[in-house]
């Protein structure tokens, strides 16, 4: 069985596993270490939160189906780098809105982002493309990344993303992740305004 994407092209069919879990597996056998430490600092943090196991999602569609058992959706995690590659960002972002480069290039005050590539993504936050996330930032010791959030991220009661790899999606509630995630991360944020998709 083969699925299309949003261009029509035929994509691998996926499984979504339609069960809500409650925290961690209880059996995570065969799963990769940096999922297990992402569970292993919720707890430690006492952050409650459900779970949803997948295949990795090929098309926008699959990943409508996850954010709506989430009950939420799963914002756009963009990792960006200046033209030096010496300034490297981690935006969260609504996924109905538009990235403009020169928007957010005069909010941060760094001009010419563009994508930063994979091994910086992996070197910084252990993480590879398509599992951007922000738990990624436990892996950054040095903080080499800079956090930014835009501001209506932070109005949604409910915050998703990934365990630092794509086949599972986690929700825990939004305070969670600005009063006890991020401090002990030890990774400030800056807020961003971007605008709507025209």
Known sequence: MTNLNDTGESVPAYHIDHTLYEGRPADTSGREE??????DLL???????????HDALPTIEACREVDQLLGTEICKNLFLRNAQKTDFYLLLMPGNKKFKTAV????????????????FMESFLDITPGSVSV????NDRENRVRLLIDK????????????CINTSSLRFRTSDLM??????????????DLPYAE
Do not use: N, W
Not at 34 to 39: D, F, G, N, P, S
Not at 152 to 163: K, N, R, S, T, V
């Open 43 to 53: 707890d430690s943090l006492q952050v409650p939160y459900v779970r949803v196991d």
């Open 135 to 138: 738990m990624g930032l436990m």
């Open 152 to 163: 209506d991220i932070l109005e949604g009661e409910y915050f998703a993303c990934h365990p």
């Open 34 to 39: 940096k999922e297990i430490r992402t569970y």
């Open 104 to 119: 957010l290039s005069k909010q941060i005050g760094s001009a010419r982002l563009s994508f930063g590539e994979a091994e």
């Open 179 to 192: 009063e006890k995630i991020l401090p002990a991360l030890g990774h400030p944020h800056t807020v961003v």
